[in-house]
């Protein structure tokens, strides 16, 4: 492995020391703007990369770029993040329009969700600095993550979430041995956050800001392994477009990143244009309005609870203004029809947040905004299991006799098979 230098602020470019700063740039907030910092390494870690003509082959999963991110092997721990599958949905993509549609699927990390990427990398972090308790505020799975790699690994996870966050993720952190705690607003759990970091010294895994910034500098890098694995999986290329679900925007900052060290390793002369799916539209208003930073958007109840606030950050517009890239705002009927597609044409129950990404393509597509021939990977943040009862799917299940007669007018009434098809 290889320490990291220091950090940069992604706005001023201001340096800082390599020391555990989550709260952003303070030179910018002071101006009024609420910047996340990015992690720099020392030339040698790409010499090293360079020189072996890709990553470290007796590693595995997201440990297996430990040159490129922030973490020492002894303070790691791996339980099989990372090696997601790149599926080429031939059947999803006729319906979307495009020829060459590919799925990463999140879904098959450890706890269902690729916040297991930024957990593994943050819990090492953690180790590192000698810290007994991590802490986080989530509305699942990033909390069930964390809650998973910080059991491993012997520390103490304190978790902070939403009184209206699913019960499946409530019960998965609780399962995964965190001490779960629940407020009614966000800012509540800010403001508690704080104090118990400033009190304790707990090691914070996300912002705790009412500005936020995103979370973690060091646990966004782990991201990146994304944007790897993907080039990878291609044949040592790039795809054209990449969509990913956004809030705040720590997985489409951090796959951004991925991707401009692949090119600077010279493994690849272009990145791809990212495209933001988001519910409430900050990052859509801003491009739109070429604002130098999000403000924030009126939210309300959404199907899509992993990204259903209202804010967004300067690190996910810089990373789509970098990649000459789009937001799109998504409804959450269009998340729940991509849901019931890629169930049925390609097998995978995706939460509907991951739809976002899908949606995001088809609404370019519709408007003539991507080519039927670009290569497009749409990222597929977690399973739907997380949140089982958005969209209702199994609210008018049926309830039949044990006979014939009885099915058949349920499968004609409820599903609009007809009798003679039986």
């Known amino acids: 492995m290889s320490s990291p230098s220091g950090l940069t602020c992604l706005r001023c470019s201001t340096s800082y020391p390599a020391e555990e700063i989550v709260t952003g740039c303070p030179k910018c907030r002071a101006e009024g703007v609420a910047v996340n910092l990015k992690v720099t390494y020392p030339n040698s870690a790409f010499r090293t990369v360079q020189d072996s003509r890709g ?16 973490i020492s092997l002894a303070h790691a721990t791996w339980l099989g993040e990372g090696e997601t599958p790149l599926i080429h949905a031939g059947a999803l993509g006729e319906l979307v329009g495009l020829e060459h549609l590919y799925l990463k699927n999140e879904t098959r ?9 930024m957990a593994a990398v943050i819990v090492a972090r953690a180790r590192e600095a000698g810290a007994t308790t991590v802490t986080i505020a989530s509305s699942g ?22 009184e209206s966050a699913p019960l499946a993720v409530k019960a998965q952190m609780r399962a995964l041995g965190a001490q779960v705690v629940a407020l009614s607003s966000s800012p509540q759990r800010w403001t508690i956050m704080a104090q118990a970091i400033e009190r304790y010294g707990w090691y914070a895994a996300s912002n705790y800001q009412a500005d936020p910034v995103g979370s973690n500098p060091y646990g966004v890098e782990a991201y990146k392994t994304v944007a790897f694995e993907v080039w990878e999986q291609l044949g040592r290329d790039v ?26 390793l010279g493994f690849t002369r272009r990145v791809p244009r990212l495209v933001a799916g988001e519910v409430w539209g900050p990052l859509t208003h801003a491009q739109a ?31 789509l203004t970098e990649s000459e890239g789009r937001a799109v705002t998504v409804t959450d009927e269009e998340l729940l029809h991509w849901q019931r597609e890629l169930g049925r044409r390609e097998g995978i129950y995706a939460e509907a ?21 670009a290569v497009s990977v749409a990222l597929l943040t977690a399973t739907g299991l997380k949140d089982p009862g958005a969209g209702g799917l199994a609210d008018d299940v049926p309830l039949i006799e044990p006979t014939l007669e009885s099915l058949a007018s349920a499968l004609t009434s409820a599903y609009g098979i007809p009798a003679a098809e039986l």
Do not use: W
């Not at 969509?243 to 401009?260: H, I, K, N, Q, S």
């Open 109 to 117: 990390n450890p706890t269902g969700s690729y916040k297991d990427r």
């Open 239 to 264: 795809p054209d477009v990449m969509a990913l679900p956004v809030c705040y925007g720590d997985g489409l900052a951090g796959t951004a990143r991925g991707f401009v060290d692949l090119q600077d």
């Open 289 to 319: 309005n070429n604002l130098e930073a999000p403000v924030p958007a009126e939210a309300g109840p959404t199907v899509a609870f992993s990204i259903g606030g209202g804010r967004s950050t300067y690190q996910a517009l810089h990373a």
């Open 55 to 70: 990553f470290d082959s007796g590693e595995r999963g997201v440990l297996r770029y430990h040159d490129l991110l922030p």
């Open 353 to 373: 947040s991951s739809l976002a990404s899908v949606a995001a393509l088809a609404k370019l597509r519709a408007e003539d905004r991507l080519r039927p021939s």
């Open 141 to 162: 799975n990033a909390g069930a993550a964390l809650a998973a790699y910080a059991t491993v690994a012997g520390l103490r996870c304190v978790i902070f979430t939403s």
